[in-house]
């Protein structure tokens, strides 16, 4: 994972702008995700194929930041126990890769089944679980069915017919956001990392986020 140097620290009164637009975003998103939950009747109480347990890529700078600022709400205790546990995943997800296995281990800020950061978590796991539809500059159409979850929710409930949700919006929203965030730094290079590595490099690069 390439990053800035003390991104943090040195530019972060100017893209806190941008973070404000893209907490709009994230609102939009739960509204929208939250309106055809509701139609199908579907809700998330957790389940054996927890996300929290998969291994999700993040790609946008922008996120990345803003996971930084709700560590700053977190007192230094905690931040250093969360620091631990991402270290953990992080060492034991790349043995892993090494030795060519798959694992799924927990995400460092699930606590009881609950995110620490909840309003700060990244667009995939907000939107993660229903149906949907991406629409890709090439012209070709994504789709998924669905979680384990929400198939056995709405599989007793018979609400299974295909309710439009489409993510094409949120995603190009967040892109106009990206790019704007990396003209304002000069900072183009690509951007791939778990929240795990994500958590890590934000506390190695702050010392302290408080």
């Known amino acids: 994972m390439n990053l800035p140097p003390d991104p943090l620290l040195t530019i972060r009164n100017r893209y806190l702008p941008l973070l404000d637009r893209l907490a709009g975003l994230f609102d939009e998103m739960s509204h929208a995700y939250s309106t055809v939950a509701a139609q199908y009747g579907f809700r998330c109480n957790g389940c054996a194929d927890n996300c929290c347990l998969t291994r999700f890529y993040h790609h946008t700078l922008i996120e990345y930041l803003y996971l930084a600022e709700g560590l700053r709400t977190i007192e230094p205790g905690v931040q250093r126990t969360i620091k631990r546990r991402a270290q953990t995943v992080s060492a034991r997800t790349e043995d892993a890769d090494r030795r060519g296995e ?57 609400k299974i017919d295909y309710i439009r949700f489409d993510r094409t919006p949120f995603y190009l929203k967040m892109a106009a956001l990206e790019k704007a965030l990396r003209k304002e730094m000069g900072y183009f290079d690509r951007f791939r990392a778990t929240i795990a590595q994500m958590l890590v490099a934000i506390m190695d690069s702050t010392d302290e986020i408080n």
């Not at 995400?107 to 939107?127: A, E, G, K, Q, V």
């Open 102 to 158: 798959s694992l799924r281990i927990m995400c460092p800020l699930n606590t009881n089944d609950r995110c620490m950061l909840y309003p700060y978590r990244p667009m995939i796991c907000r939107l993660h679980g229903i149906p949907h539809e991406l629409h890709r500059p090439d012209g070709r159409l994504r789709t998924h069915p669905g979680c384990d979850a929400f198939f056995d929710q709405c599989r007793e409930s018979g």
